[in-house]
């Protein structure tokens, strides 16, 4: 097979990003995202909430945009599996320590979800593969 490509016939991209995250190790995080102000992960400290004490964050990128005020934004990162508690599309973690931070949306690329998806280069478009 040397000099040859492999060609993967009939994967769509959403199952090569699947395999890739299994191969990198990822398979066992969560991708979350949480609105900030504009001191941004400093502001992440448990709070008592309706699902109990812990911080939240969110499954979408466009929930957490409610929470974001100017001179902050979005931040995105992904937690352990077993360092969080899932209840649909509610993250809640109770270390700031056990989320890794990847990145902050600025507040002025939060308006849309056109903005977001543009900004990270993914489509957050939810039930796209209802339609």
Not at 25 to 43: L, M, N, P, Y
Not at 85 to 109: H, K, R
């Amino acid at each position: 097979m040397s000099g040859r490509r492999m060609k993967f016939k009939g994967l769509s991209g959403r199952a090569l990003r699947r395999i890739a995250k299994t191969v990198i190790g990822q398979e066992d995080t969560i991708r979350v995202f949480r609105g900030v102000g504009h001191k941004g992960a400093e502001e992440m400290r448990p709070s008592e909430g309706l699902l109990g004490l812990g911080i939240y964050f969110y499954k979408h990128p466009y929930d957490a945009r409610s929470y974001a005020s100017p001179g902050g934004g979005i931040l995105y990162g992904r937690v352990s599996i077993d360092r969080a508690n899932v209840y649909g599309d509610v993250v809640v973690v109770g270390d700031p320590q056990d989320v890794e931070i990847e990145g902050l949306i600025p507040s002025e690329f939060t308006n849309s979800l056109q903005d977001i998806n543009d900004y990270l280069g993914e489509d957050f478009t939810r039930n796209k593969y209802l339609a």
